[in-house]
């Protein structure tokens, strides 16, 4: 069965097409069957795939208003290895014409019901606004990866997103969760990024990636040529570090099945006795916030012993887990996400 996740941020420019394109390689890398779902208008996932979004018989928009089948719409990737649902302006229209359609939330969840068995992992890609579109991206997720650049309004946001995803938790997917934040973008001679750094994994604990992208010349310079960085140039620094990503995110996924087929299966009360500290304790206790940064180079400073402070209203571990939120009565789309309304045009 397909394991499903939005990469998402509703801040842009943090880096998600670039992680969503480049971790769809990786995974392909890593013998993974992989398909990435490009849910935003622009397209950039579908150009920085090799796939020209101007010249698209069929596209996710086609998809998502029952006008094709998911087969005919996925089409390859120019290189790397998986399969894209691709997407261009026509999706924008999506948002009209979503609205009058049942089950307009949940349009994506049905149609990738064709590709469960088809794939080991769906990449979603979503826009950075809070639209129909980004909601039915997370209608038809396991979980969210959350990709953040160390700097201090990066921590302000993350807030509405949290809220955002306990609301979808609550009043449409259950399933829905939190997988982790990555750090991206990340400049280690930049000290603030550094003190944020270490504040988000003083805060956040395991919820933080322990895999660090580095701000990276190949990897920008990778969708001009319509190529994921890690196939663009696999020796760069940020190639490894999606390969290096790939790789951690497949081993969290296995702990954390294996730690949901403990608690479905409890192992026997045995008496108590000291607790040696085990390889995880260990490991958190040795994550001093002064250390440099992992995936920095040799020499470089560490963080500093005092970093900037995590802004007011920044959620806890708890808050981004999705499933510590309260399960309400469900609402409709418009009681979860109240719009404003539009001032009389005559007044």
């Given amino acids: 069965m397909a394991k499903t996740f939005v990469i998402a941020n509703q801040k842009g420019g943090v880096g998600k097409t670039t992680t969503s394109v480049n971790l769809a390689a990786a995974l392909a890398k890593l013998g993974r069957r992989t398909l990435l ?17 101007r010249a698209l018989e069929h596209s996710v928009y086609e998809l998502l208003i029952g006008q094709c089948a ?10 790397g290895g998986y399969d894209v649902l691709p997407a261009n302006r026509e999706l924008a229209g999506a948002e009209v014409e979503l609205v009058g359609l049942e089950r307009r939330e949940t349009r994506l969840r049905d149609a990738l019901a064709e590709a469960e068995d088809r794939y080991d992992f769906v990449l979603i890609d979503c826009p950075p606004s809070l639209s129909l579109l980004t909601l039915n991206g997370f209608c038809a997720a396991n979980g969210v990866i959350i990709p953040m650049q160390c700097e201090y309004y990066a921590l302000e946001g993350l807030s509405d997103l949290v809220n955002t995803i306990r609301k979808v938790h609550a009043n449409f997917n259950t399933r829905l969760q939190v997988i982790g934040l990555l750090r991206v973008m990340f400049d280690p001679r930049m000290t603030l990024s550094q ?34 960085g890690v196939e663009f140039d696999p020796g760069s620094k940020g190639a490894k570090a999606y390969i290096a990503f790939a790789g951690e995110l497949i081993e969290r996924l296995d702990r954390i099945a294996a730690g949901a087929a403990a608690v479905r299966t409890p192992a026997a009360p045995r008496a108590a006795s000291p607790a040696a500290p085990s390889a995880d304790t260990t490991a958190a206790a040795s994550a001093i916030p002064a250390r440099a940064p992992a995936g920095a180079p040799a020499g470089a400073p560490a963080a500093a012993s005092a970093p900037a402070a995590v802004p007011a209203g920044v959620p806890t571990p708890a808050d981004i887990d999705a499933q510590a939120a309260p399960n309400p009565r469900p609402q409709t789309r418009e009681q979860a ?9 005559q007044q």
């Fill in 337 to 345: 996400f109240p719009q404003p309304k539009n001032p009389d045009p």
């Fill in 37 to 53: 779902v490009d849910l935003d208008p622009q397209g950039n996932a579908t150009m920085g795939s090799g796939i020209d979004k």
């Fill in 195 to 228: 003190q944020v750094s270490a504040q988000l994994e003083q805060h956040f604990g395991d919820k933080v990636f322990g895999t660090i992208i580095p701000r990276n010349v190949r990897l920008a310079e990778a969708p001009s040529y319509g190529m994921p």
């Fill in 70 to 79: 998911l087969a005919e719409a996925v089409r390859p990737a120019g290189t």
